[in-house]
């Protein structure tokens, strides 16, 4: 069964900075694109950034290009999305999601359940 659990979230000021996990499980990660979105109260979910199941190329939204960095660990079947420099815009649930194949341009097949970032003084 394909499950993915995020974690890290929580409560930060303007400036700071958060890592954010999705453990995967019942399936084999480096397979997989994996992406993180996000979705603000009012708002539509949006794309955050994405790593490859082949060559772990990343892609970032604009939004937050030189300010997260996504990774994985294949041996510990989790991808992490560091954030720094946070932002109060980038308050949000967080989810990260299984693409259905290597590539980021893919569709999600799974999702997991968010994490809640709150960015706040």
């Known amino acids: 069964q394909v499950e993915l659990v995020e974690s890290g979230g929580g409560l930060v000021r303007p400036g700071g900075s958060l890592r954010l996990s999705c453990v995967a499980s019942?399936?084999?990660?480096?397979?997989?694109?994996i992406g993180w979105f996000r979705q603000a109260p009012g708002k539509e979910r949006e794309g955050v950034s994405c790593?490859?199941?082949?060559?772990?190329?990343?892609y970032y939204a604009t939004s937050v290009k030189g300010r997260f960095t996504i990774s994985r660990s294949n041996a510990k079947n989790t991808v992490y999305l560091q954030m720094n420099s946070l932002k109060p815009e980038d308050t949000a649930v967080y989810y990260c999601?299984?693409?259905?194949?290597?590539?980021?341009?893919?569709?999600?097949?799974?999702w997991g359940q968010g994490t809640q970032v709150t960015v706040s003084s």
């Open positions: 019942g399936f084999t990660l480096d397979y997989y694109a």
């Open positions: 999601a299984r693409k259905s194949g290597y590539g980021c341009l893919l569709s999600e097949d799974n």
């Open positions: 790593i490859s199941g082949s060559d772990s190329s990343t």
